[in-house]
């Protein structure tokens, strides 16, 4: 009996040290992003990571519970994202561009980078709707789907640090670029046609292009776009021939460098 007490000691001084620890590494963890970010340092550092990944590999060879003890470590990693994230951006990302400009590959990559939740609106729509962008433009009409996108993002309003993967055509509504803009930084991402017809051309998700898939529609398409699209931006990062690490890097120093000064459409 005496010594399940003493164990229970033991226990309760390790519990004391891992949240001592833990509490220190957040704390750290806030002040390396606030020093990153008032030194104009690079923010993504995936190398970074890949670095404490391998030393807890070699760490845990041989060693008993390890792969427990790295599904700790994972969710230490994750919690780590989330603090940097929320220092960096007490807003939603607001991603919008034509079909094929990168919004849904961008949003998935800065969640792995920043474990911060993505909300794809073409997806959310499909699971609510129960049936697939083309049926519901088929069997509802453009109308009840965009009237989908603005009560979509209206329920946004009470969500901060999220990335919003806009439709294509969210923008094009005044309403829709007001409500993005309450709690939202939006960036506009760009391609050339060319480029958006090489990465449209095998998926047939896109009722607006299904039939018409080659580059002087998706050109003439977004010409008549552009407008409200630069209109709705505050920031616009084009993406041709550029990694999504490289477009990432792009977004996220524009973000914090040119947050809240004058429009850049350039
Ligand atoms: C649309 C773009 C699509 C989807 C719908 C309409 C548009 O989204 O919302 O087919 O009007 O440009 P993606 O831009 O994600 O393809």
New binding site residues.
């Given amino acids: 009996m005496e010594q399940l007490e003493m164990l229970r000691d033991d226990l309760s001084q390790c519990d004391e040290i891992l949240l001592s620890t833990l509490l220190m590494r957040n704390r750290i963890t806030e002040q390396i992003t606030a020093y990153e970010e008032a030194n104009h340092l690079p923010i993504l550092q995936p190398e970074q990571e890949e670095k404490t990944k391998k030393w807890l590999i070699k760490s845990l060879e041989n060693k008993r519970h390890a792969q427990e003890v790295m599904d700790v470590f994972n969710t230490v990693i994750t919690c780590s994202k989330k603090i940097q994230a929320r220092k960096l951006f007490d807003y939603n990302i607001v991603l919008i561009?034509?079909?094929?400009?990168g919004?849904?590959t961008i949003s998935s990559y800065l969640s792995t980078l920043f474990a911060m939740d993505v909300v794809?609106?073409?997806e959310v729509?499909t699971r609510r709707e129960g049936m697939s962008?083309?049926d519901i433009?088929e069997i509802h009409g453009?109308q009840y789907?965009r009237d989908a996108?603005t009560k979509l993002l209206i329920e946004m309003q009470s969500r901060t640090n999220v990335v919003i993967?806009?439709?294509?055509?969210?923008p094009?509504r005044e309403c829709n670029v007001a409500e993005m803009k309450k709690n939202g930084r939006v960036v506009l991402l760009t391609a050339q046609p060319e480029t958006i017809y090489e990465r449209?051309k095998d998926?047939h998700?896109?009722?607006?292009?299904e039939n018409n898939k080659n580059v002087d529609f998706i050109a003439d398409?977004m010409e008549k776009?552009r407008e409200k699209y630069e209109a709705a931006a505050d920031i616009v990062i084009t993406t041709d021939g550029k990694s999504t690490l490289e477009i990432c890097e792009e977004l996220v120093s524009r973000l914090l460098n040119e947050t809240g000064k004058v429009k850049d459409i350039g």
Avoid: H
């Fill in positions: 561009g034509f079909m094929g400009a919004k849904s794809e609106m073409d729509i962008i083309s433009f453009e789907f996108e993967s806009c439709g294509g055509g969210t094009l449209v998926a998700n896109r009722p607006l292009i398409l776009r």
